[in-house]
């Protein structure tokens, strides 16, 4: 007899999604951190309305925007929507409250435990051992249990950010070849500040010219990045499946932020949910899932295109916002949640 049904690794969105919809079916779920808080990780908070709004209750989010400025070499637009299109959340907040939901509905959760091996259905922590029936890799981009389940990981994503005090008005894209290859810069407001960073694939850019061309570009814009503490990750999108037998992969360890614009919190608790249904139902078809997994391909398809060379990149990524502008494709073809 397994001491739990499932074991979780990492108390992300992923693992804490994953946790609550087992313990609501009713099965020994325990969920390990290596963190002592649970919730804080660097991020831009931005979450799109199409794949969130009914995961989250809205008194939990900062500021709601129906209208996306974007930028890029050759156009400046807007655009608009009759409903929000992205809102900004304090992952503190998320995670806090994910916590609460897992633990309501009868998920253990241990925190300031790190997972470091596995063999059989035996789990090695820094503190103590426990056995499972499933195991749940949820630990991020630098996933130990991707690892240990022999997967390496070359594509991915860098994402800088800065939290910068001030009350600003709207959401920027900032699609800027010359400075962010086939990646962007944004700017994310929250309550009483924006996230400002960037992102770009690893493989188009390093992540120190990342770091340079981000603050040429606050410059241009009378920015000040100085004054605020710089953190980065990397956001890992090598998908390569999500089920090994009774192992689990989901959110950033298995892959699935999205190739473009490394939006990770929808697959994360999508993820982690279908996983869920999958160890109660083995033969549950996952449609959310395969939608994801088909997003996720498209995203990755446009990496490919526009990391291939600077002007396949200029004319894709002016083809794109054309294409909005126009109402073409909506945004919501950005999405992960599309
Ligand atoms: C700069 C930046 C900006 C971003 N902005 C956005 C954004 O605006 N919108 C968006 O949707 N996404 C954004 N992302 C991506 C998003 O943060 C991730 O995709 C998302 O957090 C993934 O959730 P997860 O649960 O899979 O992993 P995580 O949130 O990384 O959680 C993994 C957990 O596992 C724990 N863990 C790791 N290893 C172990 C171990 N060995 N033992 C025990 N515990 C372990 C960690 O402590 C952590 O709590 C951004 C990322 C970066 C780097």
């Known amino acids: ?78 655009i608009s929507a009759s409903r929000p299109l992205v809102s900004t959340i304090n992952r503190e907040t998320l995670g806090r409250w994910m916590l609460e939901n897992a633990e309501a509905a009868g998920a253990e959760v241990r925190n300031a435990t790190a997972v470091k091996s596995f063999s059989g259905n035996l789990l090695r922590t820094d503190r103590g051992e426990f056995t499972f029936r499933f195991l749940v890799g949820a630990d ?122 490394g939006e990770g919190i929808y697959p994360a608790i999508v993820s982690g949910e279908e996983i869920a249904r999958t160890i109660l139902d083995p033969g549950y078809e996952g449609y959310a899932m395969k939608k994801l997994l088909a997003r996720h391909r498209l995203h990755r398809t446009v990496v490919s295109l526009t990391g291939s060379n600077r002007l396949a990149c200029r004319l894709v990524m002016e083809s794109l916002v054309l294409a909005l502008r126009s109402g073409l494709i909506p945004f919501s073809a950005l999405e992960m949640a599309g």
């Open 140 to 261: 991020g981009s630098s996933s130990t249990v991707r690892r240990l389940l022999g997967m390496t990981t070359k594509r991915v994503g860098v994402g800088i950010n800065y939290f910068v005090p001030g009350d600003f008005p709207a959401i920027e894209w900032h699609l800027d070849d010359k400075l962010f290859a086939n990646g962007y810069a944004w700017l994310f407001p929250h309550r009483e500040t924006a996230s400002i960073g960037a992102y770009c694939d690893r493989n188009s850019l390093p992540p120190a010219i990342l770091l340079k061309n981000l603050h040429l570009w606050a410059e241009k814009y009378d920015i000040d990045l100085d004054q605020s503490k710089m953190s980065s990750g990397l956001i890992n999108y090598d998908f390569q499946g999500w089920r090994f037998g009774n192992f689990f992969l989901a959110g950033d360890a298995a892959g699935l932020a999205s190739p473009l614009t």
């Open 1 to 78: 007899m397994f001491e739990y049904h499932t074991i979780i690794v990492g108390a992300g969105p992923a693992g804490l999604a994953c946790g609550t919809a087992l313990a609501r079916a009713g099965e020994r779920v325990l969920v390990l951190d290596r963190h002592r808080r649970i919730g804080p990780k660097v991020c831009a908070g931005g979450i799109t309305w199409s794949g969130i709004n009914k995961r989250v209750p809205s008194e939990l989010l900062e500021r709601s925007f129906p209208d996306q400025k974007v930028f890029t070499g050759w156009q400046k637009t807007v």
